[in-house]
């Protein structure tokens, strides 16, 4: 483990109106306990969940290829003055990914590399911009997740197969154990979040709450849906 701990201060916040400072979830959850090598961040959409893995992004001075456009508020990206992290020892670099600035890092890369091919080695020794959006994605995550750090997934799923997102549950699966790598992810997949001895956090609760698999939305609705499509299809 790298990061054990993150706690919210509300009091200090500079307004209670605006996005993100005005979601209740932010004043009423005041400490994320990391204790496993992967931990799930998951709920609806607009619950805070990328803002804070945005958030710990930027207070743990993980460099983000391209800022995200929150849109929705000029303080989305002055969340992170207000949040502390606790390192296990000292702290480690890593990446944050997303899938829509992900395409940005490649194009980037492709640019470095034409000075330097020699860094395409780590991706499988080709451009990453010559594969397509979900081969291009695998590439990087069986590369970078080789080495220590610390690691953002902003959902990772977006651009993979059903099949994909079971090699990209293997890697995980296989990194986490060896005990170099840390996750914080935020998914909507079922199928990532599987993850034997993951930690899961439902941002669907305030305060954000600890569950099991087998509570999250995701597999109770798959689960009924592929059990009795015919209810949901009229």
Same mark, same amino acid.
């Given at each position: 483990m790298h990061l054990t701990n993150l706690r919210i201060h509300p009091e200090k916040f500079p307004t209670r109106e605006q996005y993100p400072f005005n979601l209740p979830i932010f004043h009423e959850t005041r400490s994320i306990e990391f204790k496993t090598p992967?931990?799930? %961040? #998951? =709920?609806?959409? =607009?619950?805070?969940?990328?803002? &804070?893995?945005?958030?710990? /992004?930027?207070? $743990?001075?993980i460099p983000i290829w391209q800022e995200m456009r929150f849109q929705k508020s000029k303080y989305a990206e002055e969340f992170y003055r207000y949040i502390e992290v606790d390192w296990a020892d000292q702290p480690v670099p890593?990446?944050?990914?997303?899938?829509?600035?992900?395409?940005?890092?490649?194009?980037? &890369?492709?640019?470095? /590399?034409? /000075?330097?091919?020699?860094? &395409?080695?780590?991706?499988?020794?080709?451009?990453? #911009?010559?594969?397509?959006? =979900?081969? $291009?994605?695998?590439?990087?995550?069986?590369?970078?997740?080789? &080495?220590?750090? %610390?690691? %953002?997934l902003d959902e990772p799923e977006t651009a993979l197969s059903p099949k994909k997102q079971l090699e990209l549950l293997k890697i995980l699966s296989e990194i986490s154990q060896a005990g170099h790598a840390q996750f914080i992810i935020v998914s909507h997949s079922p199928i990532l979040l599987a993850l034997p001895g993951a930690s899961i956090y439902s941002f669907d609760f305030i305060p954000v709450r600890e569950i099991k698999y087998e509570e999250t939305d995701y597999y109770r609705i798959y689960r009924d849906f592929l059990n009795n499509r015919g209810k949901y299809i009229r």
């Open positions: 992967v931990t799930f %961040l #998951v =709920g609806e959409n =607009g619950t805070g969940k990328s803002t &804070l893995l945005y958030g710990i /992004a930027k207070k $743990c001075r890593g990446s944050f990914f997303a899938s829509d600035i992900f395409e940005y890092y490649a194009h980037t &890369l492709d640019d470095f /590399a034409s /000075a330097d091919p020699e860094m &395409l080695k780590y991706y499988g020794g080709e451009s990453l #911009v010559t594969k397509s959006h =979900g081969q $291009c994605n695998m590439s990087y995550f069986k590369s970078r997740y080789q &080495l220590r750090g %610390l690691y %953002l």
